[in-house]
C-alpha cells in the first residue's frame, strides 16, 4: 500500500491523506478511556494515553499497527484539553500524520475526557 500525507502540518496530522493499492480497511469504533475492568483514569493525560492504548488493541486484533490509521476524530469534552490532547497524540503517532477532526462536544459518559474513533487501512 502506498499512502502519502498532503499538506502535513508537523502536528500530528495532514490536511488530507492519500492511500493507493490497500486492500482492507478496519473501521474501529469510538474508544473510551475505559480499561478491560471499566476503570476510568481521573485526569485527561491517562485518558488520552488509555485511548490510544484502547485503539492500538483493536488495530492489533486486525493484524494492523497505529502506523496503518489513515483517519480519525478525536471528541474532546473541553477545548482545554487540546494541547494535552496533542501532546499525547504527537507521542503515540510520531512522525505518522493521517488526516483527522477534533470535535469539542458533550460524552457520552461524563466521565470520560475524550473518544476517538479511527480508520486503517493495510
Known sequence: MKHRSINPTG??????????GFKRLVFVSGQVP?????KVPPDFRS????VWKNIELQLKAANMTLQDIVRFTI?????????ESYEVRHKVLGAHEPSMT???TGIYDSQWLLEIDAIAAK
Request: proline content about 0%; overall charge negative.
Open 102 to 104: 477534533i470535535i469539542i
Open 75 to 83: 471528541y474532546l469534552s473541553d477545548r482545554k484539553y487540546r494541547g
Open 47 to 50: 485518558q488520552a494515553e488509555l
Open 11 to 20: 502536528a500530528s496530522f495532514s490536511q488530507a491523506y492519500e492511500i493507493k
Open 34 to 38: 475505559e480499561d478491560e475492568k471499566e
